[in-house]
Every structure is written in C-alpha cells, then in structure tokens.
C-alpha cells in the first residue's frame, strides 16, 4: 500500500486520495531516501517510543482538560505515531497499515462474539444473553488464546528473541514500559484471571494495612533498603486495593494531583493577597489555609 502512495504526480492526483491515504502518502514522502526528512529518516521502531509515550500522555492530558481542540490535534499526533511505525515496519518487510487496520478489525470482531455472533459481522444485531461479567470473563479467555497463538505465529516466523523462546510464563507479556502503577494493576490482573487472587476487598485492605505496618517497622530500623521494598509493598498492594473496588489507579493518583495542584495554588493566591510570603508561614499556618482551601471545594 504505502509503495504505491510514495510519488503523487500533481495536487488532483493527491487530493483524489482519502484522508489515510494522503497520510499515508505523506508519511512515505518524509522517508524518501532522496528527498525526505532527515529527522524522520534518522528515526528506527526503537527510537521512536519515547515520542509515542509522550504522545499518549499529551492525549490524555487533552482529555482531563475537556479541550476538543486540542484532542482532536494530539490524538492526530498519535496516528502519526501508528503510521510512521507501519512505514518503518513496511521498509522492513515485516507488515504496513493495512495489516494493521486488518488485524485490529478481526481482533474486535472476534473478541465480541456477544456482538458478532460466530465471529461473523454479518451477523451483527444478533440478541445476545450475556451479562456484563460474562463478557470481561469471554474477553480474557479469548485473549488468553490469542496469547498463545502470538506465541507460536512467532515461533513459526522465527521472530523469538532468546528471551522470549525460553518464556512461556503467564505474566511474560505484560509490557514492561508501562507506567509502574497501571503494570501492577496488568500484572495482579493478569495472575488474577488464572485464580489467583482474593475474592472480596477485606483481605486487599488488610494486606495494605500490613504493608504500612511494615513501612513503620523499617523506618524505625533505618534501613533504606528495607524502606525502599516495603514502600514499593505499599504502592503494590493501593494498586491491588484500587482494581478490587474497580477505580484505575493510574487516573485516581493523576486526580490526587490536580486536587493538591488547585489547594496550592489556592495557598499561593490567599499570600499573595496578604502580601505576604508562602516561605515565611509557618507549617501550621499554611496547614490552616489548605483546609480553607478544601472547604472551597478544591
């Protein structure tokens, strides 16, 4: 696909083409080994991550703001993401955006068979029984089975790294460049859908109590070793807490963030209107202020 959108011979020819195909054609022009960018030509699959990490963030940071505009523009920034991605693969010989969309469409359809019945789309509007429960329950089998079908379509390739070839784990696949609170909550996933796991929140907020406990106890030892383990503990079993009543850490810590961001800047603005200084209150002063600030609902 993308080889033949590379040379568009005028602008009718380009603007004949639909919206991926003018992107695509574009993409294919940037890595034009004559004429195209030598950024973009310098860029590989591994270069590339840390801009799509930040292209995520900025999407998500557009959408906690309820700015249209600028989603509609970052969310632009991650298809290009998706698209130079396949250009690279492409050149590689590896698979280009139509195996993308293609794999992305059967994916769907097949882990919705309460939708598409017999994973058939022409069976769509079929009156499906299943209740909420029973479809997360259908959706993590189906993907336990395309787990394993990855696995051997990499075996067959000849794609497994040493890594991968000696791996077979349950927990193998979660990736690793998560942030570390949503690959705790992947991996307690994950472990949970193979049984292991508690059944109810008691066990959870104890275990978290436990972990704070010893927290104390290393703190009072004063071993920074200890410290650090136990605190990783402590943010392990929050995370465990927060999927056992069904909130997403990762979003309840960014919203912790934006209350202490408002109440400080609230803290900030009440000084400043004394014409005072922040660096001169004492701590129960300013303590004194936060709670103002937290009965004008921040």
């Known amino acids: 696909m993308m080889a033949a959108h590379r040379h568009v011979h005028s602008e009718t020819d380009f603007e004949a083409l639909n919206a991926i195909e003018k992107l695509l054609c574009v993409m294919s022009m940037l890595r034009d080994g004559k004429a195209g960018c030598p950024w973009d030509l310098k860029q590989t699959i591994a270069s590339l991550a840390p801009y799509t990490i930040e292209e995520v963030y ?6 906690e703001k309820g700015d ?10 991650l ?9 690279l693969a492409s050149e590689e010989g590896h698979f280009d955006f139509s195996d993308i969309a293609n794999a992305i469409t059967r994916k769907l359809v097949r882990r919705h068979p309460h939708v598409f019945p017999e994973g058939d789309v022409t069976n769509f509007g079929t009156q499906s029984e299943l209740s909420p429960d029973q479809v997360v329950t259908n959706w993590e089998e189906i993907k336990k089975q395309e787990r394993e079908e990855k696995q051997h379509k990499r075996k067959l390739l000849g794609s497994d790294s040493s890594e991968n070839s000696t791996q077979s784990g349950i927990l193998d696949d979660v990736p690793r460049a998560l942030p570390a609170l949503e690959r705790a909550r992947k991996l307690q996933k994950r472990a949970a859908s193979h049984g292991f796991d508690w059944q109810d929140v008691a066990p959870v ?3 978290l109590k436990e972990e704070i406990e010893e927290f104390e106890q290393a703190l009072a030892e004063g071993d920074a070793a200890h410290l650090h383990h136990e605190l990783g503990d402590i943010y392990f079993a929050a995370t465990n807490l927060a999927r056992h009543v069904n909130l997403e850490p990762e979003i309840a810590l960014r919203d912790a963030n934006q209350r202490f961001e408002a109440r400080f800047r609230w803290i ?20 004194a202020l936060w709670d103002q600030a937290k009965q004008h609902g921040l």
């Open 58 to 63: 900025e999407v998500v940071d557009a959408i």
């Open 68 to 77: 249209m505009v600028d989603l509609e523009d970052e969310l632009g920034d």
């Open 79 to 87: 298809l290009f993401q998706v698209v130079f991605y396949a250009q």
């Open 205 to 207: 907020l104890a275990k």
């Open 268 to 287: 900030e603005q009440a000084v400043q209107s004394r014409q005072q200084r922040i660096d001169d209150l004492t701590l129960t002063e300013l303590d």
